[in-house]
């Protein structure tokens, strides 16, 4: 059984986070915090609001990884702070917003941009009448499972280096989604979203770095949604 004084027990976390008032540049500022070693990254940024600087400003919602609000940058790599246990971080860590998207106040982004081009793919079921029951091959349905997982944190969008490249690519998550529809079969809209999809900005655009695999906390492998879309797009030419 644990003893009151491990129970109690914390770890000194030094801090690099990124600070930036809306409309100045932002830099990184030290902290050194007190934290409970079992604690998440966000218990982190919690400590210095609570033993610091309440000012510090970050998002977070659900702390279970399914809102996908509080994806930030740890040590360069994109990660739900509500997910990425401090067990894993160095004694001195470094906290970033998201990259690609502008900085509204210290970790905290406008996901504007990111959400416009997940509507540009019109990422709504819609349905068709069916005439005979939809087919689905079993290695498509498993990349669908996983599309359907995202949590929209844009974790993939910020680690994409073609998006920082050229601002006007889709990007990972909407292509994701855009395949997870694609592929379905009952979809009214298929043939449009695909045409889109692999369109300009879609698809072809991207180069197969696989960042977006590597980050994603779902699970969701947008480049092999998109490799599918590529596949889908050279089958109805
Ligand atoms: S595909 Fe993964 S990393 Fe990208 S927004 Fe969805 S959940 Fe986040
Ligand atoms: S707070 Fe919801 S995913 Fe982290």
Known sequence: MATAQETTATRTLDLRVWRQEPGSEGQLVNYSVEVPPEGMVVDALFAVQAQIDPTCAFRVSC?????GSCAVRVDGRERLACQTPLSLVRDRVRIEPLRHLPVLRDLVVDLDPFFAKYGAIHPEFRPRPLVAPARITAAERGLV????????CGACYSACDIVGLNPSFLGPAALARAWALVADERDADADARLHEAVGENGAWRCHNLGNCAVVCPKGVAPLLAIQALRRRALWRS
């Open 145 to 152: 499972e996983r599309a359907i997982n995202c949590i929209s």
């Open 63 to 67: 702390r279970a990884g399914i809102c």
